[in-house]
């Protein structure tokens, strides 16, 4: 079996549970940090600009695109096991400087948090980093 697959049942087994909704969040929140770095937690797809060549993990933070929060929202409230892993399968992070971190809103969502800070942020899946734009 691998991580991916462990993370669906699980993610499966917590949303079968009834329990209150605090701790079913708290649950999931581990979940959401687990599939966003299941390659590392400093080895994404995705990398800001700031990021590109930063070798110092300390001066690095990684972000997660959709905010935890909205995060949790979306699987505490989904109606099938289908939805789940459809959220999680969406879910990305971007590894940003300590000082884009700062800039980021976290009162919006997504890559647009990006666009309103100006953080260019590139794909670096391939050989060499590619723009990602930001539409």
């Not at 999931?28 to 390659?39: G, R, S």
């Not at 972000?63 to 909205?70: C, G, N, P, Q």
């Not at 096991?81 to 879910?91: A, F, G, P, V, Y």
Request: charged residues 40%; proline residues 1%; glycine residues 6%.
């Amino acid at each position: 079996m691998n991580k991916l697959e462990d993370i669906y049942k699980t993610a499966e087994a917590i949303w079968k549970l009834e329990i209150n909704s605090k701790l079913k969040k708290e649950l999931f929140d581990i979940l959401i940090w687990k599939i966003t770095e299941i390659n590392g937690k400093y080895n994404t797809k995705y990398r800001s600009e700031g990021a590109l060549g930063v070798k110092d993990v300390k001066q690095l933070h990684h972000e997660h695109v959709m905010t935890r929060k909205k995060s949790k929202e979306k699987l505490e409230s989904a109606k099938s096991i289908e939805e789940i892993k459809k959220i999680l399968d969406n879910l990305q992070a971007c590894i940003v400087t300590r000082e884009e971190h700062k800039k980021l809103d976290n009162k919006i969502d997504g890559w647009e948090r990006y666009k309103k800070a100006g953080i260019k942020v590139f794909d670096v899946s391939g050989d060499k980093p590619k723009e990602y734009g930001i539409e």
